[in-house]
Structures are given as structure tokens and as C-alpha cells.
């Protein structure tokens, strides 16, 4: 499995080590780090093979070959191993002190509350695309939530615009889940022509 950062996440950490800012870029990667476990520990309980794992500003995406095609179940407990996680990690923050604990606390609410979003890519729009999906029509809900997705971060960026500059990083995060999902619906056809192609594999 292939293990790297994306591009967006070196700048960051580049300012807030240069502002000083190491202990919370410590914080903030650990956080990242232990939110992409929860899910390659549900992956592994499924089953499905990891190929590759990209830290990314709000948790990390997994590149899973044949995913779609996965159980409903398996792609639920998988989009929420990340959450369950972070979840665990913040229970553990609250029930001890130790130095830094406020801030990781708020880390990683903050980490939960972004990644239960029901938007793509995100694990909630992950699972809730697949608890809405019905057979046969499984490219229809992702799109639907695509759709639903590009909507919901539009009126966030508008939103968010009121009260810059205290936003701007909930701002950035908007703008690149928004080109993020923009990108995938353009190209969800070829996607949908990848996996009728898998699936006609798998069936012969």
C-alpha cells in the first residue's frame, strides 16, 4: 500500500511551523494519522484491498479498487472507521490530562464534525450514499449525491464569505472539497463505464 501526503497539506505544515505553530501541526497530523487507521482497520475487517493513502486536509482518502462494488454494509463500516476513530481518540482526550489536551480535544472535534458531513467525499457523504442507493440504481444515487454535495458547499462558501477573514480555513477546506466534487461529477460516466466493466469481469 502506498502512503503519501497531498500537496495542499505541505503548505500548511510549512506555515505553521514557520509561525511557530509545531506543536499544533504535530497535533493536527497525529490526528489525521490515527482518523486514516479507523478506516484501513474497517477496510481490513471487510476485506477489501487498500492500494493506496492520501492524508488530505480533512482526513485522508483511500484508493480501493472495485469499492463501489463492495457490500453496503462493508462501504458503510468502512466510511465510518475513520469517525469511529476519531471518536474514540476524543473520549480518550476528555478522560485525561495531559499537555496539549484542549486543543487536541477541539482538533478533534472539529475532525468529527467535518468528516460526518453528508457531503462527497467525505465519510458521511460516503456512507450516505450508500444507504440511499437501491440495486440497480447505485450510479444514479451517486450522482444525486454529488449533486447534493457541489449545492450544499456553494451555500457554505456563501455563507462563509460573512465572516472572513476568521473563516479562511474553513473557506479553503469549502473551496477544494467543492473543485473536488466538481471534478467527479464530470467524469462520473467514466467511472460508471469502469465499474459495468468490472462487474462484467466478475460475473463471467
Do not use: W
Not at 21 to 38: D, M, Q, R, V
Amino acid at each position: 500500500m502506498k502512503f503519501r501526503l497531498h500537496p495542499v497539506l505541505i503548505p500548511v505544515f510549512l506555515f505553521l511551523m514557520i509561525t511557530g505553530g509545531f506543536s499544533l501541526y504535530a497535533l493536527i497530523f497525529l490526528s489525521l494519522l490515527l482518523h486514516e487507521l479507523g478506516h484501513l482497520v474497517a477496510a481490513r475487517i471487510t476485506g477489501m484491498r487498500v492500494r493506496s493513502c492520501t492524508i488530505m486536509p480533512y482526513g485522508g482518502e483511500l484508493v480501493i479498487p472495485g469499492r463501489l462494488l463492495a457490500p453496503k454494509k462493508d462501504r458503510i463500516l468502512v466510511a465510518m472507521g475513520g469517525p469511529i476513530a476519531t471518536a474514540l481518540l476524543l473520549l480518550i482526550a476528555l478522560s485525561f490530562s495531559f499537555p496539549g489536551d484542549v486543543m487536541f480535544v477541539r482538533i478533534q472535534v472539529i475532525l468529527l464534525i467535518i468528516n460526518l458531513l453528508p457531503i462527497l467525499p467525505l465519510d458521511g457523504g460516503q456512507a450516505m450514499a450508500a444507504i440511499l442507493e437501491t440495486k440497480g440504481r447505485e450510479h444514479n444515487t451517486r450522482s444525486s449525491v454529488l449533486v447534493f454535495s457541489i449545492i450544499f458547499l456553494i451555500i457554505a462558501i456563501l455563507l462563509l464569505t460573512t465572516r472572513l477573514p476568521t473563516t479562511t480555513p474553513y473557506m479553503l477546506l469549502t473551496i477544494f472539497l467543492l473543485v473536488q466534487n466538481i471534478a467527479t461529477f464530470r467524469f462520473r460516466k467514466y467511472e460508471q463505464a469502469y465499474l459495468d466493466v468490472k462487474l462484467k469481469r466478475l460475473t463471467i
